[in-house]
């Protein structure tokens, strides 16, 4: 099934859902036929162990495979009987009875059929087995029916679709809509949250906090393995006149203020606790851009990590910029340790195309959702292509950490892809602003850990309180504590 299911995907993946088929032909007719064409069937029990397979095999025997026949029995019970014939020779499901075998079972269904030729036993056979294989799969009502189980909190699993699959047929059709949620703040408002400050929203996690303590707040959280370390740092360049000309605060840290050494030890500061987090074959990836790409990649090498791909993403459209304007970012993607890192792209075979150019809208294309996330943080990144992200390199349920939060496009991604985002932010406003955005997107409340209220509830309450005097201060690192401004983000 995954072998024609991962057929189909990447036949939709090529033709872009312009795919139009032709009326198949039917085959004549004109071949011999049986008289009695419903042959007397006769439910039976046998033990697995009696049952005997065909000398020659159509399908070889996989592990893989029937540990998940197991594992789908194990939770429906065996209601596919097995095809014998009166000699207990087994005509279709071989791994069916290997599965059984595996439970322990002392006697499954099986359909008996006499047969009268060998001629007749080999066609059945193959007419069984092979046929079945070459049934087109509706991709759209699967998409349905998993979207079904998936809120009714059955283990889909069980079915014999893996993750990549499962994620490829519910999510590889949606168009790149402009993301839905309002991100321009009401200038009055009141801010709710205060440094260390956490959120639970759903599943995810947001730290109101610095990426250089991520260590310490993953400890506290009870925080599992991460897989991906995925993050927007800053690029040590002032905001105004580089990266936007419009009325944008400057990032509390590494918005040119600091020197190369400067910048050198707060990549080494941050990517040695997120990296610390990190399972062995787990991955980081910073956007960045041609002026901090050597940075980025000396702490890296400082740290042991592996250099896996140097991936481009590509805007449609150009932004600011001197000579040449800007027109794409950075994405060096690094590996931790000496297993191997998840991969779900493998050339295509999972039905997902990918390359190391990655083609979406920027701010400065009309109606993206990366535009409309401009009025709030100066870098923004599409929702869309944060999501192939997290297709590409984890599987659902997996912990996904942005030291570098920003408005939450990460969460975002993760919470439609079914990972589980654990997000640091150092500007209380932006916690703010990505409360309410998962708040709107989910329509479910996000609840601050510490009291146990709702966010709603901590801003009622938070309202009528005094506001925490705050220092204005900037240490020689370009740490700033007050003047809390997002060190960058998504």
């Known amino acids: 099934m995954s072998r024609n299911l991962k057929a189909a995907l990447l036949k939709r993946d090529a033709e872009r859902r312009a795919r139009r088929k032709q009326p198949a032909s039917i085959p004549s007719l004109s071949t011999p036929r049986r008289n009695d064409l419903m042959p007397n069937l006769c439910m039976v029990r046998r033990d697995p162990a009696s049952l005997r397979p065909a000398e020659r095999k159509i399908h070889m025997l996989d592990e893989t495979h029937v540990a998940q026949i197991a594992a789908c029995i194990a939770t429906v019970g065996f209601v596919d009987p097995v095809l014998i014939d009166t000699d207990d020779r087994i005509l279709d499901g071989v791994s069916r009875v290997e599965a059984a075998k595996r439970l322990g079972l002392e006697a499954i269904p099986c359909v008996l059929v006499e047969i009268t030729t060998t001629e007749q036993w080999e066609l059945i056979r193959l007419g069984v087995n092979v046929l079945s294989d070459k049934a087109t799969y509706d991709l759209a009502s699967i998409e349905v029916i998993l979207r079904e189980l998936v809120v009714a909190g059955a283990p889909i699993e069980v079915v014999g679709i893996d993750t990549v699959l499962i994620d490829a047929i519910r999510l590889g059709d949606e168009d790149d809509e402009p993301d839905p949620a309002d991100l321009v703040p009401n200038p009055a408002a009141i801010g709710v949250t205060r440094q260390s400050d956490v959120f639970s929203c759903g599943d995810h996690r947001v730290v109101c906090g610095d990426a250089r303590e991520a260590a310490d707040w993953l400890g506290k959280l009870a925080v599992g393995p991460v897989r991906l370390v995925l993050t927007d740092i800053p690029y040590n360049v002032a905001i105004a006149g580089h990266v936007t000309r419009g009325d944008h605060r400057e990032f509390a840290m590494a918005s040119g203020e600091m020197s190369d050494e400067q910048f050198a030890r707060f990549n080494?500061?941050?990517?040695?606790?997120?990296?610390?987090?990190?399972?062995?074959?787990?991955?980081?990836?910073?956007?960045?851009?041609?002026?901090?790409?050597?940075?980025?990649?000396?702490?890296?090498?400082?740290?042991?990590?592996?250099?896996?791909?140097?991936?481009?993403?590509?805007?449609?459209?150009?932004?600011?910029?001197?000579?040449?304007?800007?027109?794409?970012?950075?994405?060096?993607?690094?590996?931790?340790?000496?297993?191997?890192?998840?991969?779900?792209?493998?050339?295509?075979?999972?039905?997902?195309?990918?390359?190391?150019?990655?083609?979406?809208?920027?701010?400065?294309?009309?109606?993206?959702?990366?535009?409309?996330?401009?009025?709030?943080?100066?870098?923004?990144?599409?929702?869309?292509?944060?999501?192939?992200?997290?297709?590409?390199?984890?599987?659902?349920?997996?912990?996904?950490?942005?030291?570098?939060?920003?408005?939450?496009?990460?969460?975002?991604?993760?919470?439609?892809?079914?990972?589980?985002?654990?997000?640091?932010?150092?500007?209380?406003?932006?916690?703010?602003?990505?409360?309410?955005?998962?708040?709107?997107?989910?329509?479910?409340?996000?609840?601050?850990?510490?009291?146990?209220?709702?966010?709603?509830?901590?801003?009622?309450?938070?309202?009528?309180?005094?506001?925490?005097?705050?220092?204005?201060?900037?240490?020689?690192?370009?740490?700033?504590?007050?003047?809390?401004?997002?060190?960058?983000?998504?």
């Open 268 to 490: 080494d500061a941050w990517m040695s606790q997120a990296a610390g987090s990190l399972v062995d074959g787990g991955l980081l990836a910073t956007f960045i851009d041609w002026r901090g790409l050597s940075a980025v990649d000396r702490a890296a090498s400082r740290l042991g990590l592996e250099q896996l791909n140097l991936i481009v993403w590509g805007k449609t459209n150009a932004g600011m910029g001197g000579l040449y304007r800007s027109q794409h970012e950075l994405l060096p993607l690094f590996k931790k340790g000496h297993a191997p890192h998840r991969n779900n792209v493998k050339l295509g075979q999972n039905g997902r195309w990918r390359t190391n150019l990655w083609t979406y809208p920027g701010a400065s294309t009309a109606g993206s959702d990366a535009r409309r996330g401009l009025a709030d943080h100066p870098t923004v990144k599409p929702v869309a292509m944060l999501k192939d992200a997290l297709l590409d390199v984890t599987d659902r349920g997996e912990t996904v950490l942005d030291p570098f939060l920003g408005s939450g496009s990460t969460l975002i991604a993760a919470e439609l892809t079914g990972r589980r985002c654990v997000g640091i932010e150092i500007d209380p406003l932006y916690v703010d602003l990505i409360i309410r955005r998962f708040e709107d997107a989910t329509k479910t409340e996000a609840v601050h850990l510490q009291s146990g209220e709702t966010f709603a509830a901590l801003a009622s309450r938070r309202a009528s309180e005094p506001a925490p005097v705050r220092t204005e201060s900037a240490a020689s690192d370009g740490r700033c504590i007050g003047r809390s401004r997002p060190a960058r983000g998504s």
